[in-house]
């Protein structure tokens, strides 16, 4: 099972643990299982339709997520999802 480790932020408003696991072979997937269980929470992370939120940044083992939109990118069962804040500004 995938392990989220979400912003402080989110953790604060929905009062989560620091390590979540949730089932998921996608981001999308896993978004929507956080959601079940936490409802609104993905809201916070995806905009009405479904597209990564322009503040917040999505990592996969390391790796910052391609598919912004539709969030397709493949997550592994023992694989760790960084959900965080994305800095911007100059």
Do not use: C
């Amino acid at each position: 099972m995938p392990t989220v480790l979400l912003t402080p932020h989110l953790r604060r408003f929905f009062d989560l643990p620091e390590r979540i696991e949730v089932d998921g072979s996608t981001v999308a997937e896993v978004i929507q299982a956080l959601d079940v269980r936490w409802p609104g929470l993905a809201f916070y992370i995806v905009d009405e339709q479904g597209v990564l939120r322009k503040h917040v940044a999505i990592w996969v083992d390391g790796n910052r997520v391609e598919d912004e939109d539709g969030l397709s990118d493949a997550v592994g069962t023992d694989g760790t999802v960084h959900v965080l804040q994305a800095l911007s500004g100059g």
